[in-house]
């Protein structure tokens, strides 16, 4: 089994920033792929940024210039930098990751419990 376990959330004032943390721990072979995900209330759960082996990287195009997301290989650790943060950025934020626990099997996606960042004004 593979747990990931979020950290960093909080409230902030809009314009201040935040970082998130997620550790990915358990049968792990290769990690694909890690990313986070948030949700606000009464909306679906959307991609904020994605991190693939090799270092690619993509936005929500509402993000982009205003977050980064960062992998730490060794520490299996994903982090989400968020600067310039705004209201609208209030949301649970969710870690995902596809992971490989055995080399011959596909990968399994992977979902941290969640978050909560709120961004006041």
């Known amino acids: 089994q593979v747990q990931l376990v979020e950290s960093g959330g909080g409230l902030v004032q809009a314009g201040g920033s935040l970082r998130l943390s997620c550790a990915a721990s358990?049968?792990?072979?290769?990690?694909?792929?890690m990313g986070w995900y948030r949700q606000a209330p009464g909306k679906q759960r959307e991609l904020v940024a994605r991190i693939i082996t090799g270092g690619s990287t993509n936005y929500k195009e509402s993000v982009e210039g205003r977050f980064t997301i960062s992998r730490d290989n060794a520490k299996n650790t994903v982090y989400l930098q968020m600067n310039s943060l705004e209201r609208e950025d209030t949301a649970v934020y969710y870690c995902?990751?596809?992971?490989?626990?055995?080399?011959?099997?596909?990968?399994?996606?992977?979902w941290g419990q969640g978050t909560q960042v709120t961004v006041s004004s």
């Open positions: 995902n990751a596809d992971i490989k626990s055995e080399a011959l099997r596909p990968p399994t996606a992977y």
């Open positions: 358990g049968s792990i072979f290769r990690i694909l792929a």
